[in-house]
């Protein structure tokens, strides 16, 4: 393993040991932030991440979302909205919020850790961006 590996996977652990249920992501973003991670870029259904790090990329795949084909539903920002405000209040668990984001037609999302923003997007280029707030750690 190497060590942007290494380093992503120590981040990520203590990100989500010491963040709360509620209003979680921006610890554990932060706590990424200060590991070295600049950018997360997520695509669905795939559930394929790419970390962008300042010791290089690291790509996870995770459980993709579908199986086969299937039609890309329709960019529904109130949807995404809804889903945002449920994982936001820790309602929902991140496999909940990825399933919610695709079905709001959500085919890519982009964390850009230095800015604290996540930027969602449609299958055409429909955007929606919200910010996060600064935290300790």
């Known amino acids: 393993?190497?060590?942007?590996?290494?380093?992503?996977?120590?981040?990520?652990?203590?990100?989500?040991?010491?963040?709360?249920?509620?209003?979680?992501?921006?610890?554990?973003?932060?706590?990424?932030?200060?590991?070295?991670?600049?950018?997360?870029?997520?695509?669905?259904?795939a559930c394929q991440s790419v970390y962008l790090t300042e010791m290089g990329p690291v790509a996870v795949q995770g459980t993709p979302l579908i199986d086969g084909m299937a039609d890309v539903p329709p960019f529904n920002r109130e949807a995404l909205i809804a889903a945002l405000r449920t994982d936001q209040s820790g309602r929902s668990t991140f496999p909940e919020f990825l399933m919610a984001s695709w079905k709001a037609g959500v085919v890519k999302y982009d964390v850009d850790l230095v800015g604290r923003t996540c930027t969602y997007y449609g299958v055409g280029d429909e955007a929606y961006v919200e910010t996060y707030p600064e935290v300790e750690v």
């Open 1 to 45: 393993m190497n060590d942007a590996i290494e380093n992503l996977k120590t981040a990520q652990q203590r990100g989500m040991a010491g963040r709360p249920k509620t209003g979680g992501f921006p610890y554990l973003a932060e706590t990424l932030r200060r590991a070295g991670i600049t950018r997360n870029l997520w695509f669905l259904p």
